[in-house]
């Protein structure tokens, strides 16, 4: 009777024993501590902050459950940063002044606006250099000069005519030799109008870095383009160092990739994190990877490898028609892996040689805000809401076809559904467009359409035409409601106005860049209670405040 089989897990566990004893290993097969393969003893010559993509963003949405990003937040880091790394330099790629290539025209005020604000604050940071991406040409050629005016920092375009392509910038005596390549086709294929013309990124970073020669102790490329691109130059034009690339849409950045002797890094988009790498430059060569990320990553990657061969080798040797030759070359495969995994903990730190340190640091709500840049923030916020108050004024909402129901609002329902509307008015939604007043947003063109009810509908609500119609209320889901509070008989009163609200409803607004954490199964019964034929959200007899209820 052959032996119970091992949990491949147990098995991996039995092998990497014998393993270390074999080798002598003892503590080393332990997972050590974090940073104690990639600390660097000695400070670094410079540090290098980089943003991607960051689409214009001066303050993330606050409907977030853990809201990222906030250029005053980025302010804060920078400047708390700079006590101890005051030989520093900020550059950025991808998408700076706009997030979208094209804009509604009531939208081109409000943007521009916002570019003109951005500047500034990215002056304030001593912004060196940037790769402009297709959405700053939103507003054409002349838009995008606008905004390049605010910074006193190059627009890198080396591969279309007539553009600046390099810079160097000496900080703390090194001299760092500055790239941009731009690809200006957006998602759908097309170039922004005003745009310009460009050719073949790789070999216009080729040209650029070979004019560098001599100029610069490292050589970074500022890489707006397709990511495959942005490989493509690390691993094909000599003397590059690092590729910055943009158009990286995960919540955390990939660790520093090394592809021949240049390294590919990025950041989260819309300031949502904030790049930085530590460059020690100590003579000539590659640089050697010394972050905390690259190191975890790649201990990972080989525990993986040896665990899936350690569990197959523990099934060879329970299968007699496995040659014993093939399993024995396998189980020194093994020990040859096993001897790296080990060799990766003992590994010292680079005391000599060119060596760096990437990291990313999280722009969340636990970073404090720089309170000069928060009041420009600010003063733009309101500006605009007033500007916007004015503008749109006498602005209303397209009235109903013939026949056709209009909004009547929530006072309206409150009469019949008197039960339903307690409910309301305890949830997020029975207060969503105080939160935009509190934050002088209520006439903002990107936060007032979901915060009121009907908004540009027939016959519901506008810009600042929205009296009786503020918050979100019944109507949202239901459908406009004149024709139900006009029926005559309990069946055309069914029959004219929507009894559900399907996910789609919700997921107009509940995005996730708006509502991360949303679920439609989840967070439908939040809402409802007495008047819709559920009990009380939270099964209690009294309503659970807002904040409970809240995403």
Known sequence: MPPPALHPSRAYALLMVSLCASFGLGASCRRPAPT????????????????????????????????????????????????????????????????????????????????????????????????????????????FQAAARTVRAPALVANAAGREGSTVRVVGGVRVGLVGVSDFATSEGARPAGAPETTDPVAATRTAVASLRGRADVVVVLASVPRRVARTIAGEVAGVDFVIAARESSASPPPPERIGNAHLLTAIDQGKGLGAVDLFVRGDGPFHDASDASASAERSRLDERLRSLASRIAAWERDPAVDRAAVAAQRARLQEMTAQRAALDRRPAPTAGRAFEARSFEISPDVPRAPAVQAQIGSYFRAINERNRVAYASLRPPPPAPGAPSYVGVAACRACHAEAYDVWQRTPHGHAYQTLEDASKNFNLSCVGCHVTGYRQPGGSEVVQNTGLRDVQCEVCHGPGSAHIDAATDAARRATIRRDAPADVCAGCHTPEHSDHFDYGTYRPRILGPGHGQPMPGGDAAAPPSDAMRP
């Not at 290098?48 to 990222?68: I, V």
């Not at 006590?83 to 998408?95: D, E, K, R």
């Not at 500047?119 to 790769?131: K, S, V």
């Open 36 to 143: 104690a393969a990639a600390a660097v003893p000695q400070s670094a010559s410079i540090r290098l902050y980089f943003l991607a993509d960051l689409d214009g963003y001066l303050e993330p949405c606050g409907c977030q459950a853990r809201p990222l990003g906030g250029i005053d937040r980025v302010a804060s880091l920078i400047e708390r940063e700079r006590a101890a790394h005051p030989n520093s330099l900020l550059v950025a790629t991808g998408n700076l002044f706009y997030e979208h290539p094209t804009l509604e025209a009531q939208m081109v005020f409000q943007e521009r606006a916002r570019a003109e604000a951005l500047g500034p604050i990215l002056e304030r940071l001593q912004l060196a250099a940037w790769a402009p991406g297709p959405s700053d040409y939103a507003l054409g050629g002349e838009g």
